[in-house]
């Protein structure tokens, strides 16, 4: 559903089973790419496991897989009985659309796809009739999930899209396959998105990791480093992910708003999030991506347990940097 603008620095490690040894893994997952650090002196997590953990989330929850729980939904089927992962997204995703006022939605799918960034493309002459017409469809408020793991909707029409939820998911129940493993310090990353638990070992201290600029011209430039100990990180940006309409060559960014139903983008360019779990960090970004800086920045008076490094840009178009106050101390300038 979106773009991820963190890049990791391992400056590695971290410390399991009294070992200096560090182990890594890498593949593909969700699309992207996985990432995974530990010590140990004996390889306890396999690529195999890893894929097989891959493979139930994307049974369940990947809309790019024609024959999964969530697309045979999608298609209007009612009958499907999701799994615990699924159900745990669900409601995870449900708590989040409250608390956010509605700023993170995952039945705007219909309009991802609209906009051309789901995984059906979109028509060169949509209009913004027809985009009106759809936005009529959303509402996470109009879906529910029964006692039986069965959706129920009032509309005959949906379509869920967990894209912006299903990174940081991930990241987590790989955090505690790690876990149940004994591996108590580790660092796990799915395109971006980071869990950490323990410590450095390598540094003795905690992991870090680095943030980019937005550049839209596609180039990297890292602007802070970051120490994580025992949190997650999720960041969402909208500034390479985005298409040209070949008709009106209009710019359509991947952030949409669900209060509007808009492909808007906002003067928030990146939002990081660091708290206890990566799910809750990868659902907030992408809400602070839609509310932008000041409604973001306001959220976060009432919100607990939250974190934010926000890159923004001004009224004069200048970019800016907003950091939480409990940052300061692990935040450095590159």
């Known amino acids: 559903m979106r773009y991820l603008s963190l890049l990791l620095i391992f400056l590695f490690c ?37 894929d097989s953990i891959l493979e139930v ?24 009985q999701v799994d615990e992962h699924f159900r ?8 989040i659309y409250q608390k956010t006022d509605g700023y993170f939605d995952p039945s705007v ?8 960034f789901g995984p059906e493309g979109y028509a060169e002459d949509v209009t913004e009739t027809e985009i009106d017409s759809i936005y009529n469809l959303v509402g996470f408020d109009k879906i529910e999930l029964t006692n039986q793991n069965k959706i129920k909707s009032s509309n005959q029409y949906l379509y869920l899209d967990f894209n912006a939820i299903a990174k940081g998911y991930t990241v987590d129940v790989f955090g505690n396959f790690l876990s149940s493993k004994g591996l108590n310090n580790y660092l796990v990353e799915i395109g971006g998105e ?28 890292l602007a802070y480093s970051l120490e994580l100990q025992d949190q997650s990180l999720a960041t969402s940006g909208n500034y390479r992910k985005f298409r040209i309409d070949s008709l009106s060559g209009k710019k359509y960014v991947h952030t949409i708003n669900p209060r509007t139903g808009k492909s808007q983008k906002t003067d928030l360019l990146s939002a ?22 000041e409604k973001a920045k306001a959220y976060l008076k009432q919100a607990k ?23 300061q101390d692990a935040v450095d300038e590159f």
């Open 194 to 221: 980071v869990k950490v638990e323990g410590k450095n070992k390598e540094r003795n201290g905690s992991w870090k990791v680095g943030i980019e600029l937005p550049m839209e011209d596609g180039s990297r430039e």
């Open 109 to 116: 799918g219909l309009l991802v796809n609209a906009y051309g």
């Open 14 to 50: 971290s410390c399991a089973k009294d070992s200096n040894a560090v182990k890594s893994l890498k593949g593909e997952a969700l699309g992207t790419t996985y990432s995974i650090q530990y010590f140990s002196d004996s390889d306890q997590v396999t690529s195999k496991e890893i």
């Open 88 to 95: 745990t997204v669900f409601l995870a995703s449900k708590s």
């Open 57 to 80: 989330i994307n049974t369940s929850m990947s809309t790019y897989i024609k024959n999964s729980d969530i697309s045979k939904i999608n298609d209007g089927d009612r009958s499907i």
């Open 272 to 293: 990081s999030v660091i708290t206890t779990n990566c799910t809750d960090a990868d659902a907030y970004a992408t809400a602070f991506m839609a509310m932008g800086f």
């Open 305 to 327: 347990g939250l974190e934010v490094i926000f890159i923004y840009s001004d009224a004069n178009g200048n970019q800016k940097t907003f950091i939480s106050d409990s940052l």
